[in-house]
């Protein structure tokens, strides 16, 4: 482990991060962690710099569909166990997609901490994905795809960003489109894991 600096906030007005440390470990990987000992509650997230622009017009929507498959179990542990495991200590596990990054995140009593940071990396490093979840799944963003439809300022966003960047990553609809997700297999979720998710 290399300790990098402490971070801290840049501009003027803006308050001091003292708290917040930089690791890199041998691997690569970049560590987070800031302090707050007035509180009972922890949250650990892990970010992957993958997003909507990082994927070809025939994988639009990989992204978000592969944040959905990742809490539908893993090689030991069903969505079941997962879910329980989180509610049983009061917790909370989620993740979102945008262009740039997918993020995961699970916030728990302080006292289980652990439980926290082994499910988190359970998800994001062995999960099952499973024909049968990738076809649930896929009827799952079906339906946000029409919602975001429906929605005044889905629409106005997309159109936007479509008129900034067309024929460009950036310009379409993070969860794909219609026709996208209907195609994606499992084996194209699960290759898409495979290059990003290291």
């Not at 993070?174 to 990003?196: K, Q, S």
Request: charged share 30%; proline share 5%.
């Amino acid at each position: 482990m290399k300790p990098q600096d402490r971070l801290s906030a840049g501009g003027a007005g803006s308050p001091p991060v003292d708290r917040v440390r930089r690791t890199e470990l041998d691997n690569g990987l970049r560590v987070l962690t800031d302090t707050a000992p007035e509180r009972s509650t922890v949250s650990v997230s892990a970010w992957v710099g993958v997003g909507s622009r990082d994927e070809s017009d025939v994988l639009a929507g990989a992204s978000h569909f592969l944040e959905h498959l990742l809490f539908k179990g893993t090689s030991d542990r069903s969505a079941r166990d997962i879910a329980v495991a989180i509610d049983g200590v009061g917790g909370d596990m989620n993740a979102f997609t945008s262009n740039e990054h997918t993020a995961f995140y699970a916030a728990v009593p302080a006292t289980d901490t652990d439980l926290a940071v082994d499910l988190l990396l359970d998800v994001i490093e062995r999960p099952a994905l499973t024909e049968r979840d990738v076809d649930a799944e896929r009827h799952v963003i079906l339906e946000e795809l029409a919602a975001a439809r429906e929605d005044p300022d889905d629409v106005a966003s997309v159109a936007l960003y479509e008129a900034l960047f067309p024929s460009h990553p950036l310009g379409r609809e993070t969860l794909g489109t219609p026709e996208t997700i209907a195609d994606l297999g499992r084996d194209d979720v699960a290759g898409f894991f495979t290059r990003w998710y290291r």
